[in-house]
């Protein structure tokens, strides 16, 4: 960013920045603009420090619309596609800055518009619920997957790291 400098007075100088308003909101903030990810594994560092609020229609809070997402909550957005049928595993870790509330909020579809809950932020286990999230889902060939990071609210945001991989799932059965 190059600052525009222009003198006014003897005593000072006046520093004008200029910025641009793509630099004051995460690239990925709409689910439109969410960021690819097609080959694993995949590892990436994400922020919703400059993200905006994704479900700011209260009618979204009913139904799968949201699924679970806050409507105060501010996040980013992946999208995931597989080229074969498998496990996959997205794991969102904080940074030790972020405060230590967070979502994370998977869903199905073939469009932003036509997308459905898939898992929601409840649907973790207790002890992983906002400190380090990991879904686990089947993936078919060809369908979209849109992974939503968020804070709890507009306060509760900062850094994360995201990692998707192929996983096994390994079923005990029990005599």
């Given at each position: 960013m190059m600052p525009f400098?222009?003198?006014f007075h003897p005593w000072g100088t006046m520093v004008l920045l200029l910025l641009s308003s793509s630099s004051l909101i995460s690239a990925?903030?709409?689910?439109?603009d969410a960021i690819d990810i097609t080959s694993f594994p995949f590892?990436?560092?994400?922020?919703?420090t400059k993200a905006t609020s994704d479900f700011v229609n209260p009618t979204d809070t009913l139904g799968n619309l949201t699924c679970g997402i806050s409507p105060r909550a501010i996040g980013v957005w992946y999208r995931i596609e597989s080229t074969t049928s498998t496990f996959l595993q997205?794991?969102?870790t904080k940074a030790p800055e972020w405060p230590t509330k967070f979502n994370a909020a998977l869903f199905e579809g073939s469009?932003?518009?036509?997308k459905i809950c898939r898992q929601a932020p409840g649907d973790y286990q207790m002890e992983n619920q906002r400190t380090q999230p990991t879904l686990t889902w089947f993936a078919q060939p060809g369908v979209s997957y849109y992974l939503h990071v968020a804070g709890i609210d507009?306060?509760?945001v900062g850094p994360f790291d995201l990692d998707v991989?192929?996983?096994?799932?390994?079923?005990?059965?029990i005599w």
């Open positions: 400098t222009k003198s990925n903030d709409e689910c439109a590892s990436t560092t994400g922020d919703v997205a794991t969102i469009s932003c518009t036509d507009e306060v509760e991989e192929v996983c096994s799932i390994v079923e005990t059965i």
